[in-house]
Every structure is written in C-alpha cells, then in structure tokens.
C-alpha cells in the first residue's frame, strides 16, 4: 500500500489523476445539463429569453456561492475528503432527477403559456440538490489537489493544468454527447446520461481514495464525533445540509434573493479576511491576502463575460448563426464543445510555455490581464462578424474564433487563478478562500444573466421572430463586452507590479 500511496505517474502524485477522472465525470454531469439548460427552458417550457437567463444565472451563483460554506465546513470539521464523498452522493441525486421531465408547455393563439407546474417543481428541486453537491465537491476537490503537492513545489501549476484539462475533457464530451441525446431523443435523456456521467465519477472517487496519501483527512476528527442535540456533529452537518435543500429549492425561483444573498456573503467573506488580516497574520501574509482578494475581484469581470457561452453565446448560435455544414445542422449546443476542445488542445502548450519561460515567465496579475484582454477580443471577432455578414446569418467561423480567444483568456487565468489561492492563502483558511474564488465566480455567474438580458430577443414557441432585429440585439451586447474586457484587462496590467510586490517573491519560489 505505501508503494502505491507515494507512486507518481508523468511525474506527479498518483492522486492528481484519480482527482482528474473524478472531477472529468462530475463536469461531464455539470456541463451536459448546463449546457442544456436555456434550450429546455426556452423551448421545452416556453420562458422568456429574460426569464431563461436570469434562472441560469441565479441557478450558476448559487452553484458558486455555495463551496464558501462547503469549505469552511471541510476546514473546521469534515476535512476534504469527506465533504467530496458527501457532495458527490447529493450531486448524483440531483442530476438523476433532472431525467424527469413532464409535460411540454404550450402557448395558445391569445399568447399564454400553459406548463407542468410539478414538473418545474422536481426541476426546481433537482436544481437545490446539485447546487448543495457542487458546494461540497466543487472547493474542496481543487484544495485537495493542492494539498497533493508540498510548498514550494514547482510541480504545482503544471499539475493544476493537468487537473483543468480532467474538468474540459468532461465538458467537451458533455456538450456533444448530452446535448445530442437532449434535443434530438428527449430531455430526459440528455439529463440522464449526465446523472451517469456523475455516478462513474462518485465511484472512481470512492476507489481512488488511498492514492491521497492520507491527504484532505479532518484537521480534528474528534470534532466530528462530538455530540451536539445527541447527534454526532458529522450526521448532524450531513443531515442539516439535505434540509438545507428545501430552502435552496425556494430560493432558486426568486433572483432578488440571490442577488441579496449574494450581497451578504460578499460583504461578510470580506469583513472575515480583513478580521484575519488583522488578528491572524504577519505583514507578508496581509500584502499576499490582499494581492490575492485583489485578483479574485478582477475575476469577476472575467467570469460575467467568459458565462455569457451558456446564455447568450448559446441563444446567438441557436438563432442567428449558420450552422449548415456539409449539408448538415450543426445543434447550436454543440459549439460550447469548442471551448472544451480548445483547452485540451492548448492546456499542455500553456503548461509547457510557463515553465519554459523559467524567469521570464509573467506573473499572476499579468496571466490575469491577459485573460481578461483575450476574452474581450473574442467579444469583438463577434462584432466584426456581425458587422460583415449583410443580412444573412453570421458565419459559424465567427464563433469559432471567438471560443478559441476565450479559451486563451480562460488558460491565461483560471488554472492559474486555482494554483494562486492554494500558494497565497494562509494554510488556515486555504478552504475559505477557495470559497471565496466560487463566491466570486457566483457573483459574475449573476451578473452574466443580467447582460445576457441586454440582448433579450422577442421570440415564438422559442424560436426568434426576426433575424435582422436578433443580431442587432447581440451586436449591442458584444460590443459592450468587446470594450469593457479589454478595458479591464489593461487596468490590471498597469496594476501588476504593485500586486507582485505585495506576493512577496511566491511566483519567484515556484518557477525557480
């Protein structure tokens, strides 16, 4: 067993690659039904395009918003493992009940929309199940990737990169697979070959367990077994949080209760950090905390346009984009496979390119403004796009080039941005602050439905009324986000040499 334990495979820890194949089969589950969502609200259950991107909206930032209290509970008592196993059980629930579907809307020739209010129910409540797995899973399978490595280790970034390319290789086989079986055999069996995807990665999990050389284990377990009302404290946290779905089932209906809810927790995370800062570290700890609260702020920006795949990208390439291929039309859902399949593609030269660079290799405030600037550009591919296609639709290579800038800009950041909250925060609260970076993709989660809405279009049974007014609607909104990535992006590059000060040489340990 210790041969097995201290194994490494392509040079990193054996447990890297058991957390690859977990996290690939739980973004599978993620990602399919993601994918899925705005279609079979639009076009299954007649919503308004305002109404679809706001329910997106407010269902992802809660997905995010919830792995800060998932991390706190892993670092005070359950310790990582425990709460992946707990997450991964409430995510195969959540996605199994998306399989039922009920009755299609249907909308009479006066305009009202008549829909099966039990299945939007069991949809509502599928929903609050995967949201409390992925605030359990989600936080804590990255810090455990962390803890995998020593400090210092320079191994570190590559072995984020690697863990990253495990979440895309499981949404490009999502969105072509589920998406395919969604909209042409039923939604039903688009949600359930996500359920699978979800149950494959629980089990690989469960069986890859001794591969963490003892790591992501509870900090305390005689915490857990302390009794509180006669109930040990892990069943009575495993127990309060199935409950806790109840709530989340009514909240996810209401985005104003989201957006406060978000408010709250932003404005509590920050006051606890600064609490920290304060009773808790040394100077050099401060300046790392604040350059690191610093960058999770930008990746709000980066995140609100990035999300916009999911809801507007996805509704433009439904409505507004030639599809024909060959004689053959392209699902539009299929097109989010592209992002997946440009991360595959370009992960290891991104890996290979940061070591390579040896000192020269830019720092995380610069990857960060690169990230932020590349996904801007992507916005304007569009634009020209639009601008140059007369009044046809616009050509399909379009957005191909458009995912291929944001997949840049996302390997500029997010793998980065994971590897920077594991060597910036203080080993106190590494969970916390993993918490904290969902927090603020939740934020932008929200955000990104709110600009989708910039693009509203007025639609029939789901399908747009007018093509000429469609690209116009989407014209707009990527021109917006065209000047504010690109806007943001250059701000922070005049801002990263007072955020590498402030890190205090960390990048310098870890490519040295």
Same mark, same amino acid.
């Given at each position: 067993?210790?041969?097995?334990?201290? !194994? $490494?495979?392509?040079?990193?820890? @054996?447990?890297?690659?058991?957390?690859?194949?977990?996290?690939?089969?739980?973004?599978?589950?993620?990602?399919?039904?993601?994918?899925?969502?705005?279609?079979? &609200?639009?076009?299954?259950? &007649?919503?308004?395009?305002?109404?679809? =991107?706001?329910?997106?909206?407010?269902?992802?930032?809660?997905?995010?918003?919830?792995?800060?209290?998932?991390?706190?509970?892993?670092?005070?008592?359950?310790?990582?493992?425990?709460?992946?196993?707990?997450?991964?059980?409430?995510?195969?629930?959540?996605?199994?009940?998306?399989?039922?579907?009920?009755?299609?809307?249907?909308?009479?020739?006066?305009?009202?929309?008549?829909?099966?209010?039990?299945?939007?129910?069991?949809?509502?409540?599928?929903?609050?199940?995967?949201?409390?797995?992925?605030?359990?899973?989600?936080?804590?399978?990255?810090?455990?990737?962390?803890?995998?490595?020593?400090?210092?280790?320079?191994?570190?970034?590559?072995?984020?990169?690697?863990?990253?390319?495990?979440?895309?290789?499981?949404?490009?086989?999502?969105?072509?697979?589920?998406?395919?079986?969604?909209? @042409?055999?039923?939604? +039903?069996?688009?949600?359930?070959?996500?359920?699978?995807?979800?149950?494959?990665?629980?089990? $690989?999990?469960?069986?890859? #367990?001794?591969?963490?050389?003892?790591?992501?284990?509870?900090?305390?377990? !005689?915490?857990?077994?302390?009794?509180?009302?006669?109930?040990?404290?892990?069943?009575?946290?495993?127990?309060?949080?199935?409950?806790?779905?109840?709530?989340?089932?009514?909240?996810?209906?209401?985005?104003?209760?989201?957006?406060?809810?978000?408010?709250?927790?932003?404005?509590?995370?920050?006051?606890?950090?600064?609490?920290?800062?304060?009773?808790?570290?040394?100077?050099?700890?401060?300046?790392?905390?604040?350059?690191?609260?610093? &960058?999770?702020?930008?990746?709000?920006?980066?995140?609100?346009?990035?999300?916009?795949?999911? #809801? +507007?990208?996805?509704?433009?390439?439904?409505?507004?984009?030639?599809?024909?291929?060959?004689?053959?039309?392209?699902?539009?859902?299929?097109?989010? !496979?592209?992002?997946?399949?440009?991360?595959?593609?370009?992960?290891?030269?991104?890996?290979?390119?940061?070591?390579?660079?040896?000192?020269?290799?830019?720092?995380?405030?610069?990857?960060?403004?690169?990230?932020?600037?590349?996904?801007?550009?992507?916005?304007?591919?569009?634009?020209?796009?639009? =601008?140059? !296609?007369?009044?046809?639709?616009?050509?399909?290579?379009?957005?191909?080039?458009?995912?291929?800038?944001? @997949?840049?800009?996302?390997?500029?950041?997010?793998?980065?941005?994971?590897?920077?909250?594991?060597?910036?925060?203080?080993?106190?609260?590494?969970?916390?602050?993993?918490?904290?970076?969902?927090?603020? @993709?939740? $934020?932008?989660?929200?955000?990104?439905?709110?600009?989708?809405?910039?693009?509203?279009?007025?639609?029939?049974?789901?399908?747009?009324?007018?093509?000429?007014?469609?690209?116009?609607?989407?014209?707009?909104?990527?021109?917006?986000?065209?000047?504010?990535?690109?806007?943001?992006?250059?701000?922070?590059?005049?801002?990263?040499?007072?955020?590498?000060? &402030?890190?205090?040489?960390?990048?310098?340990?870890?490519?040295?």
């Amino acid at each position: 067993m210790n041969s097995n334990q201290n !194994s $490494t495979i392509l040079g990193h820890p @054996t447990g890297l690659f058991v957390l690859f194949f977990t996290e690939m089969w739980e973004r599978f589950s993620f990602y399919g039904m993601k994918a899925l969502l705005i279609f079979y &609200l639009t076009k299954y259950h &007649l919503f308004a395009d305002t109404d679809g =991107n706001l329910l997106v909206g407010s269902y992802a930032a809660l997905v995010y918003a919830m792995p800060v209290i998932g991390g706190y509970l892993a670092d005070k008592y359950l310790g990582f493992r425990k709460a992946i196993l707990f997450g991964g059980i409430m995510l195969v629930l959540g996605h199994l009940g998306m399989a039922y579907e009920g009755n299609a809307a249907t909308q009479s020739m006066t305009g009202e929309i008549e829909r099966d209010n039990f299945a939007l129910q069991c949809f509502y409540m599928s929903l609050a199940f995967i949201i409390l797995g992925v605030g359990f899973l989600k936080a804590n399978i990255s810090s455990l990737v962390g803890e995998l490595y020593e400090v210092g280790d320079k191994r570190r970034d590559s072995g984020f990169t690697i863990f990253y390319m495990g979440i895309n290789l499981g949404s490009f086989l999502a969105t072509i697979l589920c998406t395919y079986l969604g909209e @042409t055999y039923g939604w +039903s069996y688009g949600f359930g070959a996500a359920g699978i995807g979800m149950l494959l990665g629980l089990l $690989t999990f469960i069986w890859g #367990t001794p591969t963490f050389r003892g790591k992501g284990e509870p900090k305390e377990p !005689s915490l857990l077994t302390e009794k509180k009302y006669l109930i040990p404290n892990e069943w009575l946290i495993y127990g309060l949080s199935v409950l806790s779905t109840l709530l989340i089932w009514q909240v996810v209906q209401s985005h104003e209760t989201v957006q406060t809810m978000l408010i709250v927790a932003g404005a509590v995370s920050f006051i606890y950090i600064v609490y920290f800062m304060i009773a808790e570290l040394d100077a050099v700890g401060r300046d790392r905390l604040i350059a690191l609260t610093i &960058l999770i702020v930008f990746t709000i920006i980066f995140w609100a346009l990035f999300e916009q795949a999911y #809801t +507007s990208l996805n509704l433009f390439a439904d409505r507004a984009l030639d599809r024909n291929v060959f004689g053959w039309e392209v699902p539009a859902g299929n097109f989010l !496979s592209l992002n997946a399949l440009f991360i595959i593609l370009f992960a290891p030269v991104f890996a290979w390119v940061w070591v390579k660079m040896g000192k020269y290799n830019p720092n995380t405030a610069v990857k960060f403004a690169l990230g932020i600037i590349f996904v801007g550009l992507g916005f304007g591919a569009l634009v020209f796009g639009i =601008n140059i !296609s007369d009044i046809g639709k616009v050509g399909a290579w379009w957005l191909v080039l458009a995912y291929l800038l944001h @997949t840049w800009g996302e390997l500029c950041l997010s793998p980065v941005g994971l590897s920077a909250v594991t060597k910036l925060s203080p080993a106190k609260i590494v969970g916390f602050m993993m918490g904290v970076w969902f927090l603020a @993709t939740a $934020t932008s989660e929200f955000v990104a439905g709110k600009l989708a809405n910039l693009a509203s279009v007025d639609v029939n049974a789901g399908e747009a009324l007018d093509l000429a007014v469609a690209k116009a609607s989407y014209l707009s909104l990527f021109e917006y986000l065209f000047y504010a990535g690109v806007g943001f992006g250059v701000l922070l590059l005049a801002l990263s040499p007072l955020l590498k000060k &402030l890190m205090h040489g960390v990048d310098k340990e870890l490519n040295s």
